[in-house]
């Protein structure tokens, strides 16, 4: 008693005008592990906890990479660690792992705070308050601090034109695989993306090359550098940098965004946070910047971020292929079954997050961390590596950003969620900004 063929056919507007909006009512309606019957490849979508652990968790070597999503992303990263299996998959996993110790943390949360001192200049309230485009001033701050992991800090600037490239080549992956016309035709689209591309070769080539010139440290914890260390190859090194751009930038910069956004519209939430922040950081008159010694003393605005990621999760599909056949939450799933997770909808999930669509950033207070049911960075071996540097990053950026101003919506409604390669608000999203009394 799953969807029919026709039942595809009618939800083909839905499916264009909201994804998110589309699966989580079919999850709603058929369960947590719906086949579709679709011609060629079958789907399934998986929203239950225990049949997405399986998955991502317990079988996950019988899980692949070969999914359509991945195989879009693969047309600008190349075989990066988004987009490979196996035994590239896990070398490379094992080279770039030391750029996420504790020690390169360190330097990352510097980095953020630098980044936060610029977006607080873009946000200054002044003393009358003054309206944002979000979304754009958080890009531009995590490509800063995306830049620092990439290669040492006097690259900067390339790093600049590098996400720059990469963001124009996504669009336009994403454009066309929303398109009828097959992928292979000689289109005006294809050749913009073949230019894109190629100008993301060659901002590559240049980093390497001036990061070869220089002597690598034996401590050296940037992408560029630790592969160069393991003796990777410039193709490599350039698959994963465009990889770390795509999965780092703007993942980041959405899940600053709603949860500004969060924090406008709810005003009593917004309030605890503030008191955290006097706590910890000082009056708003008299506040400092917070450090990398603060994270621990942090715990609200951590538990704030955790319920944006819950809501709004950058990564709201989760895709893989089945290499062999599996039975999940009781469904046969034929080898070659597309299996999509959907976290926007696992999130929703009413048994496991009563009123689930409230903002509560209690939930993940003094609660042990929750294994099931929450996976915004995904699960098992393929849990995302940035994982760690993301929340040190929000963390301190929202810390200083509201440690004296608070955000409140802007003019003008308020604008659609865009699923595209992460969750964006259509057109942008306007904040005001206020300075905190005292
Ligand atoms: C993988 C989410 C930040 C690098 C993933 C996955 C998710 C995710 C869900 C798993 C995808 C899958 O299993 O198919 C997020 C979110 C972020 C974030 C929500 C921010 C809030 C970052 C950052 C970096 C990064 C800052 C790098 C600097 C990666 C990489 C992978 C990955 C390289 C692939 C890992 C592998 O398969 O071995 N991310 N990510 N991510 N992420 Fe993140």
Same mark, same amino acid.
């Given at each position: 008693?799953?969807?029919?063929?026709?039942?595809?056919?009618?939800?083909?507007?839905?499916?264009?005008?909201?994804?998110?909006?589309?699966?989580?009512?079919?999850?709603?309606?058929?369960?947590?592990?719906?086949?579709?019957?679709?011609?060629?490849?079958?789907?399934?979508?998986?929203?239950?906890?225990?049949?997405?652990?399986?998955?991502?968790?317990?079988?996950?070597?019988?899980?692949?990479?070969?999914?359509?999503?991945?195989?879009?992303?693969?047309?600008?990263?190349?075989?990066?660690?988004?987009?490979?299996?196996?035994?590239?998959?896990?070398?490379?996993?094992?080279?770039?792992?030391?750029?996420?110790?504790?020690?390169?943390?360190?330097?990352?949360?510097?980095?953020?705070?630098?980044?936060?001192?610029?977006?607080?200049?873009?946000?200054?309230?002044?003393?009358?308050?003054?309206?944002?485009?979000?979304?754009?001033?958080?890009?531009?701050?995590?490509?800063?601090?995306?830049?620092?992991?990439?290669?040492?800090?006097?690259?900067?600037?390339?790093?600049?034109?590098?996400?720059?490239?990469?963001?124009?080549?996504?669009?336009?992956?994403?454009?066309?695989?929303?398109?009828?016309?097959?992928?292979?035709?000689?289109?005006?689209?294809?050749?913009?993306?073949?230019?894109?591309?190629?100008?993301?070769?060659?901002?590559?080539?240049?980093?390497?090359?001036?990061?070869?010139?220089?002597?690598?440290?034996?401590?050296?914890?940037?992408?560029?550098?630790?592969?160069?260390?393991?003796?990777?190859?410039?193709?490599?090194?350039?698959?994963?940098?465009?990889?770390?751009?795509?999965?780092?930038?703007?993942?980041?910069?959405?899940?600053?965004?709603?949860?500004?956004?969060?924090?406008?519209?709810?005003?009593?939430?917004?309030?605890?946070?503030?008191?955290?922040?006097?706590?910890?950081?000082?009056?708003?008159?008299?506040?400092?910047? @917070?450090?990398?010694?603060?994270?621990?003393?942090?715990?609200?605005?951590?538990?704030?971020?955790?319920?944006?990621?819950?809501?709004?999760?950058?990564?709201?599909?989760?895709?893989?292929?089945?290499?062999?056949?599996?039975?999940?939450?009781?469904?046969?799933?034929?080898?070659?079954?597309?299996?999509?997770?959907?976290?926007?909808?696992?999130?929703?999930?009413?048994?496991?997050?009563?009123?689930?669509?409230?903002?509560?950033?209690?939930?993940?207070?003094?609660?042990?961390?929750?294994?099931?049911?929450?996976?915004?960075?995904?699960?098992? @071996?393929?849990?995302?590596?940035?994982?760690?540097?993301?929340?040190?990053?929000?963390?301190?950026?929202?810390?200083?950003?509201?440690?004296?101003?608070?955000?409140?919506?802007?003019?003008?409604?308020?604008?659609?969620?865009?699923?595209?390669?992460?969750?964006?608000?259509?057109?942008?999203?306007?904040?005001?900004?206020?300075?905190?009394?005292?």
């Amino acid at each position: 008693d799953g969807p029919l063929p026709w039942d595809m056919v009618r939800a083909v507007p839905a499916i264009r005008r909201s994804p998110v909006d589309f699966l989580t009512r079919t999850a709603a309606r058929y369960g947590g592990a719906v086949a579709f019957p679709l011609p060629r490849t079958p789907v399934l979508l998986l929203t239950d906890p225990a049949a997405v652990r399986r998955v991502l968790v317990e079988n996950a070597r019988n899980y692949g990479r070969a999914t359509l999503q991945y195989k879009a992303l693969a047309t600008v990263t190349g075989q990066g660690l988004l987009t490979s299996d196996g035994a590239p998959w896990r070398t490379h996993r094992r080279i770039v792992q030391p750029a996420f110790h504790h020690s390169a943390l360190d330097g990352i949360a510097e980095q953020a705070v630098a980044a936060a001192r610029r977006l607080r200049r873009t946000t200054d309230p002044g003393p009358r308050g003054t309206e944002v485009e979000v979304a754009e001033a958080t890009a531009r701050a995590t490509l800063e601090v995306i830049g620092r992991t990439l290669a040492e800090a006097d690259l900067r600037g390339v790093a600049e034109q590098l996400v720059d490239a990469v963001g124009r080549a996504l669009e336009l992956v994403v454009a066309r695989a929303q398109s009828p016309v097959p992928g292979t035709w000689p289109t005006p689209s294809r050749r913009r993306l073949r230019a894109a591309v190629a100008e993301i070769d060659a901002v590559c080539a240049r980093i390497v090359a001036v990061r070869r010139a220089a002597t690598v440290a034996e401590d050296a914890t940037d992408l560029v550098g630790l592969m160069l260390r393991a003796g990777s190859g410039d193709e490599e090194i350039r698959d994963e940098l465009v990889t770390f751009v795509v999965a780092g930038h703007e993942t980041v910069a959405s899940c600053l965004t709603w949860t500004l956004d969060l924090l406008a519209r709810h005003p009593a939430e917004q309030a605890a946070l503030h008191a955290e922040l006097a706590d910890v950081l000082g009056a708003p008159g008299e506040s400092r910047e @917070p450090t990398w010694d603060d994270l621990a003393r942090l715990p609200r605005t951590r538990a704030v971020l955790d319920e944006a990621l819950r809501l709004y999760p950058p990564a709201w599909v989760i895709t893989r292929t089945s290499l062999a056949p599996d039975t999940v939450a009781g469904v046969d799933v034929p080898a070659g079954t597309l299996v999509i997770v959907c976290t926007w909808a696992l999130h929703r999930d009413p048994e496991l997050w009563p009123e689930p669509e409230t903002f509560r950033p209690e939930r993940f207070l003094g609660a042990p961390r929750r294994e099931v049911g929450y996976v915004p960075f995904g699960a098992g @071996p393929r849990l995302c590596i940035g994982r760690d540097l993301a929340l040190v990053e929000a963390v301190l950026v929202l810390a200083a950003l509201l440690r004296d101003r608070r955000v409140r919506p802007g003019t003008g409604p308020r604008p659609r969620v865009e699923s595209l390669v992460t969750l964006r608000p259509a057109g942008g999203l306007r904040l005001r900004f206020e300075t905190l009394p005292g």
